[in-house]
């Protein structure tokens, strides 16, 4: 050969199917990175479901101890869930929580009350509509959980005799 050099055209036909091979693949991995986010999605979920349910038995643990060690006869529930940090009804420190703990389906630490006709509070629940995703297998102290359709419809208030 001699200095000529030789130049391949492409075919007219062929043009265009690299780009087309690239936006396929482009799909493909917007495909794929939603269903791993989706994925995460519902693993952040159910941590935050998990996390309801230790900071609900807190709460329900933190009123029954309350009421149990209510100073004379006359025993009575919280009026704030302050009161539950320290115990304004003893001269020392009594702590039943060490912190009011945050909704964590709405990331705030206001929870909805259940009051009874003195103000005084029974129980506690998160605030969120949202529907929760687990539905079966709940501890003995949260069955009345099974089959729920809203995180709020979960209610933690002490089994007291």
Known sequence: MTGRHEIRTVPTRMRGFGYIGL???VAMMGVA???????WHTAQQREKEQELLFAGAQFRRAIAQYYANTP???RRYPLQL????KDPRHPGVRRYLRKIYLDPMTGKAEWGLVTGPGGEIYGVYS???DA???????RLADKDFEGRTKYSEWVFIPALR
């Open 33 to 39: 990175l939603a269903g791993a986010g989706e994925v």
């Open 23 to 25: 936006l396929i693949l």
């Open 127 to 129: 605030r969120s509509q």
């Open 82 to 85: 302050e009161e539950l940090l």
């Open 132 to 138: 929760p995703l687990k539905q079966a297998g709940f």
């Open 72 to 74: 004379g006869k006359a």
